[in-house]
């Protein structure tokens, strides 16, 4: 059983910053990539943030970058996502996605948490 498990959302006014943090657990050998979605009411799960599993390289939409950062940490098998400027247009659930490697033998599976809802007022 694996578990990914977020925290951090909230309500928020325009301008502000939330940092997002998600919490791998379970049967776990190897983390892959891991990442942050997020998905608006009535529109598709859209890419965030992605960040490899060294760490050394990061991903980000065109719509956050210069404001929000990725960033992981392998020993507590968490990822975080800092978001500083917020914007009503940022107002979403955000997912957290990690690809999980749960044997020696086998292939890294996508997993993802539940889903922590930001809202930025304007």
């Known amino acids: 059983q694996v578990q990914l498990v977020e925290s951090g959302g909230g309500l928020v006014q325009a301008g502000g910053s939330l940092r997002l943090s998600c919490a791998a657990s379970?049967?776990?050998?190897?983390?892959?990539?891991m990442g942050w979605y997020r998905q608006a009411p009535g529109k598709e799960r859209d890419l965030v943030a992605v960040?490899?599993?060294?760490?050394?390289?990061?991903n980000y939409a065109d719509s956050v970058k210069g404001r929000f950062t990725i960033s992981r940490d392998n020993g507590k098998k968490s990822v975080y996502l800092q978001m500083n400027s917020l914007e009503p247009e940022d107002t979403a659930v955000y997912y957290c996605?990690?690809?999980?490697?749960?044997?020696?033998?086998?292939?890294?599976?996508?997993?993802w948490g539940q889903g922590t809802q930001v809202t930025v007022s304007s």
């Open positions: 960040i490899s599993s060294s760490g050394g390289t990061r």
């Open positions: 379970g049967s776990i050998v190897s983390l892959g990539t």
């Open positions: 996605y990690a690809e999980i490697k749960r044997g020696y033998i086998g292939n890294y599976i996508g997993y």
